[in-house]
């Protein structure tokens, strides 16, 4: 059993800006830090300073998700008020009515929200602002609008799904290529792609990532998941019947993105292979797969791997598991019984399995075990045991949900007061213990959820460690560019392995996120700058 003991005052946290995930790459918005410092008993978690955030309505009844990952969809509150809709790719929700005050969430295009009937004046916005639900404002005009039937609304016709652990399509690039602002014709394609054959050809070879691999996950949303046989229906020029409307007779895409030119050019930008890239909607078009992603380009699935995501999870205490448990972090190992004095093998210990054990840790031969409730031993050094502290903290005596991430251990348990409810192996920084100033470790310290996403971007401009992730799901910030998300990328959860965030499995992240506070409003895509957000506390 351990005690959790902090003497160090603490920074108040930054606040990070709309849009990216930094974790030692991009931030929108640049960090202003406060020297504000704890007090008291010095288990003060940083937080947002006196006058700078905003209180969000807590969760009431159930949450969008729960801990055990099943979905309870909250309704509106519908009381008639109009409905105003999203058309930026990041509609801006200010704490006042003035462009100059701060942003507490966003909108993502498409989006619809409850508002007042009522246009409110106010400093920088030509158009009014409508207040909506629950808190803040949005600008009539380049962000939003009360039409329906606005183009980048009706293109932008899929929200994110947060009953799934992935809320869109993702794909990889395996091989960089155009994003197109329309259809492409076989003229286009020649123009854009002049090694289009030969790309094809390696397509169709390449079992990893090629035209044989993951064809159903482009369906995500089909009435259908049975995938076609994708090398004949290029041969066959097969075009979908269900190609969006907005789409039809060679129209160009709503310039969400900023990327569609002017005239008749039709090349919307390109992407470099290493690059994640988030759809709402595929489907053939004479017989190539296209992807329509969230900022409504068209891209060539061809070149792009199909993203499954870890079905990896942690498990919810006293439900699933009751203590005292581990979880198995290292991979390779064997469980073992004591057989006449020796250890004899007991067949292999399942990675990231539950290990119930009896509480007793066990010598043999210079080595620790761990005693578990079948009688066998288990090493210690390859399991993350949940260890409950002696003397809790201040704001878990207080009943506060808060979160405990033990970097050693890769091990994270989420609290309800002093009661532990869930447990999960996640990814922290892979410089380990080195300092987060100057290596890719994950901060240690006591936070609060400041600011969180339903999807954001991360990127790296350091020369050879170029990436671009688009829509990395169930983001939540909780100091300068450090945050907790899904990792669609890698499957390796129980060792370091972040550019110095916290990485989830999409399925833990989907869980914790809709758990945690602030819980972002329906409708939103985002909230920030939240005074009242959960407890982070990393440790060694």
Partial sequence: MRSIRVTLPLLVA??????????????????????????????????????????????????????????????????????????????????????????????????????????????????????????????????????????????????????????????????????????????????????????????????????RYGQDLWLKWKASKDAPDALQMLADKTTDPDVPAFLANGARVPNLSGFVPNGAVIKAGEFSRHNGVAFIDTFLWEGRRMGLSTDLRLFPTDRFRPIRGSDYHGVVIGKEVELPFGIVRARGQKRFKPTGGKLAPAGPLEWRSVVKLTGKVRSWGGSHYFETTDEELVPVDAVSKIEIAKKMPGWAVAGEKWIDINVTKQLLVAYEGEKPVYATLVSTGEAGLDDPATTKSTKRGIFRIHTKYLTATMDSKTVGEEFELRDVPYVQYFQDGYALHAAYWHDVFGQPKSHGCINLAPEDARRIFFWTEPAVPVGWHGAAKALTGTVVFIHQ
């Fill in 14 to 211: 930054a606040l990070a800006g709309a849009g990216a995930v930094a974790c030692k790459g991009r931030s929108s918005d640049a960090p202003a830090v406060s020297a504000t410092t704890g007090a008291g008993s010095g288990e003060v978690p940083s937080g947002v300073a006196p006058g700078e955030g905003q209180l969000f309505p807590k969760q009431q009844g159930f949450a969008p998700v729960d801990l055990a990952g099943a979905s309870h969809p909250v309704p509106t509150e519908g009381k008639g008020e109009e409905m105003v809709y999203a058309t930026a790719l990041e509609t801006r929700v200010f704490a006042r009515p003035d462009t100059k005050s701060p942003k507490i969430g966003y909108l993502k295009a498409g989006a619809a929200v409850e508002a007042s009937p009522k246009k409110i004046g106010g400093e920088g916005c030509a158009g009014g602002f409508r207040a909506i639900r629950p808190v803040g404002y949005v600008c009539l005009g380049s962000e939003a609008t009360t039409d329906p039937n606005h183009p980048v609304v009706k293109a932008s016709f899929r929200r994110p799904d947060p009953t799934q652990k992935l809320p869109y399509i993702y794909g990889m690039a395996q091989r960089g290529g155009p994003a197109y602002a329309r259809l492409p014709t076989a003229d286009d394609v020649k123009t854009f792609e002049p090694h289009y054959a030969q790309h094809i050809k390696h397509w169709g070879r390449d079992k990893d990532s090629g035209a």
